[in-house]
C-alpha cells in the first residue's frame, strides 16, 4: 500500500500546471456555453417536459454522456501517458524501487479522480447555467428550487459506468507510445458511439454508449442497475487484464 501512495504521490504532482488539470473545468464549461446558446433561442428547448430542471440537466447530460465524457478520457489519459512517453522515462520508472504494477495503478486512480472532478465540475456548471438561464429565459419556468441531490447521483451514475471506458483508454494510451494511435481509439470509438446510441443493445453493450442509461429520459428503458453492474465487472476485468499485459512488457 505503501508502494501505490507514492506512486501515486508522484502521479498528482506531475498533473501540475497541465493540460490535463484544466480540461477538468473546460469540458464541462463547453458542455454548459452549447447548451445557453440552444436554450438564448426564441422558442423553448426544452419541449413539453413539466420539470424544467430535469429538461434542462437532460440537455447538459446528453452532450456530456455522448460526446464530451468519451472524449475528455481519451484526452486525459493519453495526456497523463504522453508524459512518459515523451521523455521515454517508462525504464526509469521501473527500475525504481515499486512495484511496476504501482505505477500503472496510479495512472489508472489519477484519471478517475480527473474523470469525477469533472463530473461534479458539470453538475456545479448545470445548476449555475440553470440560474442564469433563469435571469435570461422567465418564460422557461425555472424556479429557485434546485434538485441538487438529483443531478449529483445522476452525475455519479455516469461517472461509475464511465470507468469501464477509462479501464480500456487507460491501456491503449499506456501500452502504445505514439498519441495518434490514443487519439484515434477515442476517435473511432466516439463515431461509432453516434451510431450505436441509437440502439437499444448499443447502451447495454457498447462501453462508450453505456453513460447514456442515466439520461432522464432513458427511465423505464433500461435498468441502470444492470448496465452499472455490467460496466464495473468490465471495468475490473479490463483494469487488471491491462495491467498484467502493461507490466510484463520489457521495453517501451
Request: neutral net charge; charged residues 10%; hydrophobic residues 60%.
Amino acid at each position: 500500500m505503501n508502494a501505490l501512495m507514492r506512486a501515486l504521490s508522484a502521479e498528482i504532482l506531475k498533473l501540475r500546471r497541465t493540460l490535463a488539470v484544466a480540461m477538468v473545468w473546460v469540458t464541462p464549461a463547453v458542455v454548459c456555453f452549447i447548451n445557453l446558446m440552444i436554450a438564448s433561442d426564441q422558442e423553448n428547448t426544452f419541449g413539453s417536459l413539466e420539470d424544467t430542471w430535469m429538461a434542462l440537466a437532460s440537455n447538459h447530460l446528453s452532450f456530456w454522456t455522448i460526446l464530451a465524457l468519451p472524449l475528455f478520457i481519451t484526452l486525459e489519459t493519453a495526456l497523463m501517458a504522453n508524459a512518459e512517453h515523451s521523455e521515454k522515462a517508462w525504464k526509469h520508472l521501473f527500475a525504481m524501487p515499486l512495484p511496476r504494477w504501482t505505477v500503472y495503478a496510479a495512472k489508472w486512480l489519477v484519471g478517475a479522480g480527473l474523470t469525477a472532478a469533472s463530473s461534479l465540475v458539470l453538475v456545479v456548471f448545470t445548476i449555475l447555467n440553470g440560474l442564469l438561464i433563469r435571469s435570461m429565459r422567465p418564460d422557461l419556468n425555472l424556479s429557485l428550487d434546485v434538485p441538487v441531490l438529483p443531478f449529483l447521483l445522476v452525475g455519479a451514475k455516469a461517472f461509475v459506468i464511465s470507468l469501464f471506458i477509462l479501464s480500456i483508454h487507460t491501456y491503449i494510451a499506456n501500452r502504445y507510445r505514439s498519441i495518434a494511435v490514443a487519439f484515434g481509439a477515442g476517435m473511432v470509438a466516439s463515431v461509432i458511439n453516434l451510431a450505436a446510441i441509437s440502439s437499444d443493445n448499443g447502451i447495454q453493450y457498447f462501453p462508450w454508449s453505456m453513460p447514456a442509461s442515466v439520461l432522464p429520459g432513458m427511465d423505464g428503458i433500461f435498468n441502470v442497475t444492470t448496465i452499472t453492474l455490467w460496466a464495473l465487472a468490465g471495468a475490473a476485468v479490463t483494469g487488471l487484464f491491462g495491467m498484467i499485459l502493461f507490466t510484463r512488457r520489457d521495453v517501451l
